[in-house]
Structures are given as C-alpha cells and as structure tokens.
Antibody, heavy 122, light 113 residues
Framework: QVQLQESGPGLVKPSQTLSLTCTVS??????????WSWIRHPAGKRLEWIGR???????RYNPSLKSRVAISVDTSRNLFSLKLNSMTAADTAVYYC??????????????WGQGTMVTVSS | DIVMTQSPDSLAVSLGERATINCKSS????????????LAWYQQKPGQPPKLLIY???TRESGVPDRFSGSGSETDFTLTISSLQAEDVAIYYC?????????FGQGTKLEMK
C-alpha cells in the first residue's frame, strides 16, 4: 500500500522560500507511470494544483505559480520536493502531495498525503 | 482555465435519504476521441485529505460503496448518494482532468439533517 507523507516547516517568513518534501513509502516512486503532484488548499478557497513531476521529463506547473515554483524528484531517496519562493500571506495553505494516475489527457489523484499546514508570517 | 462550479454550496439530508450534488464545467470535458468525460469526484472528511470516489464521471474507485454514483456528460455532472449514511458527512469536490491545468469545484458541504 503506497503512502505519501509531507514534511517541512509549518511557518515561513514573508519573502522566504518554502521547501517541502513528500516521501513515498510502500512502493517505488519509479514504478508504474504515475505523476507526482503538489496541491494546496488555502482556507476558504478552492483546492489549487501547483504542479507535477514524472520520474523523467520536464515538470509541469500551474501558470499562476510558474515563475516561483520548482518541483523535483529524487528516485534514490524515493521522494519528490516542492520549492516555492517569494512567499506571501496569500501562500498560507494546507499543502498536499498526491499521486496522479495518468490518462490520455490529464490525471486524477488516487493517493494523497495527510497534508501539512504552512503559515506565512513574520 | 476550466472553471468548475458546484451547487449547492451546502446541503442537509436526513439519514437514509438521497443526496444530490451538481458540478458544472465552463467548457466540455468530454474528449470525443475516446468518448470519456474527464471528471472526478472526491470526498473530504475533517482532518483528512481528499479521497477519490469517482472518475470518468461515473466509474467508482475500488472500495467505494455502490450508494455513490456519478452521472452527466460534457458540462453538467451529478454525484448522487442514494441512501445517506452518517459516515458520508463530508465536503465533496469535483475535478476536471480534461486540461492538464487541473481545477476543482469550490466544494459542497454535506451535513446530516
């Protein structure tokens, strides 16, 4: 049973860079044809897809965040990571990592981490 | 972006009664090449992440009770719970995956009456 677990700081200062890691357990991040995504949920707002990475190829990002975000994968450590720079209060949210099941077009998200609350405040 | 709009925002249903949640997309999510609607439904309970319930608009994920069903095509979709159980109290979201800029509905909060 594959499980995902986010880790990282719960508090980030404005203008700093958020770094989160999602550790995959119960299976290899390289097995299958899955995409690995980050999704966030600000309080009172919609779930927002941040971006995805495959074990090979170029990551894909939400255009609204593209200039500030980087997602990478480390197959040797079975994890993938999110970096979001120039953080502001608007980035305060619960951040989830999720596994994407590919189709001809996009993907659904069949496995999610528990989520980690990130607050941007000085 | 494809905008997903759910209705109602909240819903109170009695135990054993039917619950119906609607989702409308700003453009069709039906891919003519495979005749599939790229629409999924998720359930989120307090303190938990979203859980995939239905994909292809009407296919239940493994382990999802058959009281959950999805229907609809192109731009209009419905999630139906045929007989509400206490454990179904949650927020429900639709998501389109027709575009790889994945977008979600604003959520419908389902409560027990």
């Amino acid at each position: 049973q594959v499980q995902l677990q986010e880790s990282g700081p719960g508090l980030v200062k404005p203008s700093q860079t958020l770094s989160l890691t999602c550790t995959v357990s119960g299976g290899s991040i390289s097995s299958g044809s899955y995409y690995w995504s980050w999704i966030r949920h600000p309080a009172g707002k919609r779930l927002e897809w941040i971006g995805r990475v495959f074990t090979s190829g170029t990551p894909r990002y939400n255009p609204s965040l593209k200039s500030r975000v980087a997602i990478s994968v480390d197959t040797s450590r079975n994890l993938f990571s999110l970096k979001l720079n120039s953080m502001t209060a608007a980035d305060t949210a619960v951040y989830y990592c999720a596994r994407g099941v590919p189709t001809i077009r996009g993907n659904t998200f069949d496995i999610w981490g528990q989520g980690t609350m990130v607050t941007v405040s000085s | 972006d494809i905008v997903m709009t759910q209705s109602p925002d909240s819903l109170a249903v009695s135990l054993g009664e039917r619950a119906t949640i609607n989702c409308k997309s700003s453009q069709s999510v039906l891919y003519n090449s495979d005749s599939k609607n790229y629409l999924a439904w998720y359930q989120q309970k307090p303190g938990q992440p979203p859980k995939l319930l239905i994909y292809w608009a009407s296919t239940r994920e493994s382990g999802v009770p058959d009281r959950f069903s999805g229907s609809g095509s192109e731009t209009d979709f419905t999630l139906t719970i045929s007989s509400l159980q206490a454990e179904d109290v949650a927020i429900y979201y639709c998501q389109q995956y027709y575009s790889t800029l994945y977008t979600f509905g604003q959520g419908t909060k389902l409560e027990m009456k």
